[in-house]
């Protein structure tokens, strides 16, 4: 029986988005004309979840904190009918020299400087970045509340939060929270182990798969056992596609229906992740990638 890779995903009160979405975090040192032919082609191409972050730009060659937001904004600016083509989602609660906040004041503060940044009026999907442990979840829904009521998030998510982090939260704010973005991939299987899926569908979260080709590293093989890598190999050679393909195609094939988050910059590799779609998987085929990735039989 095949496994689903292709349909698409819900997102609470979000219009459905693709299997395969934009991440952001490299989305830096472009010029605004390089920069929306790159969002372009992303949407042209079903992947309408734009997934970035107010702290993206520290890295990749930005200038700071930011960047990539304000890239994205600058875009948007110039060509406003991309707004209504996608699902915007973006993060808070990371500040460098914390390094967490997700206090009411400080995630009000960066709510809003996020929504200058973008050019927008409203985040369709806002996460939190990373889990603050010194701000009590009762406190933490009550702020999230205060930003869905006044209507500048449509919905909320949780982004590398663990399933009791994210249990406590959901006990106070309930099915406004949409998501949780784990690092998932072939080569990371934690989420399959440590209940993050499971808790997804216990609750109807939709994971956001961050990561999905390793950094790339599945593409490559650098660093990656041996033992996977050839079995990816063979899989892309079963099914025509190169080894991108089959890496997101084994994050797309879970049952809770993931999107897997691509960061490439280049129009080319975003035109090829595509294939992934095709991808005809059976349960042999993820057991035996599973085995692969960490070196033992299942029992």
């Known amino acids: 029986m095949k496994l ?54 520290l890295d990749w060659g930005g200038e700071g904190f930011g960047d990539a937001e304000s890239l994205l904004g600058s875009v948007l600016a110039a060509s406003p009918e991309l707004r209504e083509r996608m699902v915007l989602a973006s993060k808070g609660g990371i500040m460098p020299g914390i390094p967490y906040d997700s206090s009411r004041r400080y995630l009000t503060e960066a709510l809003d400087s996020s929504l200058t940044r973008l050019s927008v009026d409203r985040i369709d999907l806002y996460q939190i970045h990373r889990p603050d442990m010194f701000t009590h979840p009762e406190d933490l829904a009550a702020t999230l509340t205060e930003f ?50 499971d808790q997804a569908m216990q609750l109807g979260l939709r994971p956001l798969a961050w990561s999905a080709l390793a950094g790339g590293a599945l593409a490559t093989g650098h ?14 050679a079963r099914e025509n596609v190169d080894r991108t393909a089959i890496a997101l195609a084994f994050v797309l094939a879970h049952p809770t229906r993931p999107i897997a988050i691509l960061g490439s910059q280049k129009p080319e590799r975003l035109r090829a992740a595509i294939d992934a779609l095709s991808v005809s998987f059976t349960r042999t085929d993820v057991y035996t990638l599973i085995e692969a990735s960490e070196g033992e039989a299942l029992p």
Do not use: C
Not at 32 to 53: Q, W, Y
Not at 168 to 191: M, R
Not at 223 to 236: F, K, S, V, Y
């Open 148 to 197: 869905l009521d006044a209507g500048k998030v449509a919905a909320v998510g949780v982004s590398n939060f663990t399933p009791s982090q994210t249990a406590a939260l959901v006990s106070y704010l309930g099915d406004s929270v949409v998501s949780t973005q784990p690092q998932f991939s072939v080569n990371h299987l934690e989420p399959l182990r440590d209940g993050t899926l």
């Open 223 to 236: 660093n990656i056992r041996t033992e996977l890598m050839l079995e990816i190999d063979a899989l892309a």
């Open 4 to 57: 689903d890779t292709s349909s698409p995903r819900s997102l609470g009160p979000l219009p459905e988005v693709g299997p395969l979405a934009f991440g952001h975090w490299r989305f830096v040192g472009h010029d605004v004309r390089t920069a929306t032919h790159l969002i372009e082609t992303a949407l042209d191409l079903g992947m309408n979840l734009i997934d970035t972050a107010d702290v993206y730009g």
